[in-house]
Antibody
């Protein structure tokens, strides 16, 4: 059974870089036709797609975040990572990783449990 | 860009049927698949409908999805409501460069 688990610091200072990793277990991260995405949810409950990556390294980013986001994949470690730089309080959210079968069109399934990241000094 | 607008909340009694709407502000609703997610408190979202009207395995047939080109909107209908259906529901769709979620609808089963 495919499982995803987010990990990383729960507190990041303003202007610094948020770094999270999503570890995939129960299936290969290199499975063709699947993409691996990051989604966040603010306290107001709105969900926002951050970006996605294919095992080959092809990336797709939300245009509104593209200038600050880098997503990478390490197939040898079966994980993919998110870096969001120059963070502000507006980046405080629960960050989820999830699998989907198209960079834009497909549903996310499954999701990780999510990890809360707070941006504060 | 486009926006997906959902009602903030809906409520109904057990056994009744409820419909949650998702209006797309621009772009043809029929051109881009719509997904629906259920999120219970403290949990990650799970898919209840994908590709407008497809149910993942394990989702009961009480859940159904549809699109209406005349109103440029999608709908999630839950029939035979159960107390366990009480949750937040989100629609999701995309265009050529981005994907967006609706603001979410809180379903209360009274």
């Amino acid at each position: 059974q495919l499982q995803l688990q987010e990990s990383g610091p729960g507190l990041v200072k303003p202007s610094e870089t948020l770094s999270l990793t999503c570890t995939v277990s129960g299936d290969s991260i290199s499975t063709r036709n699947y993409y691996w995405g990051w989604i966040r949810q603010s306290s107001g409950k709105r969900l926002e797609w951050i970006g996605s990556i294919y095992y080959s390294g092809s990336t797709y980013y939300n245009p509104s975040l593209q200038s600050r986001v880098t997503i990478s994949v390490d197939t040898s470690k079966s994980h993919f990572s998110l870096k969001l730089n120059s963070v502000t309080a507006a980046d405080t959210a629960v960050y989820y990783c999830a699998r989907h079968s198209s960079p834009l069109a497909a549903a996310y399934d499954p999701w990780g449990q999510g990890t809360l990241v707070t941006v504060a000094s | 860009n486009f926006v997906l607008t959902q009602p903030h909340s809906v409520s109904a009694s057990p056994g009744q049927t409820v419909t949650i709407s998702c209006a797309r502000s621009s772009g043809n609703i029929a051109r881009y698949y719509v997904q629906w997610y259920q999120q219970r408190p403290g949990s990650a979202p799970t898919t209840v409908i994908y590709e407008n009207n497809q149910r993942p395995s394990g989702v009961p047939d009480r859940f159904s999805g549809s699109i209406d080109s005349s109103s440029n909107s999608a709908s999630l209908t839950i029939s035979g409501l159960k107390t366990e259906d009480e949750a937040d529901y989100f629609c999701q769709s995309y265009d050529n460069t981005n994907q967006l979620f609706g603001g979410g609808t809180k379903l209360t089963v009274l």
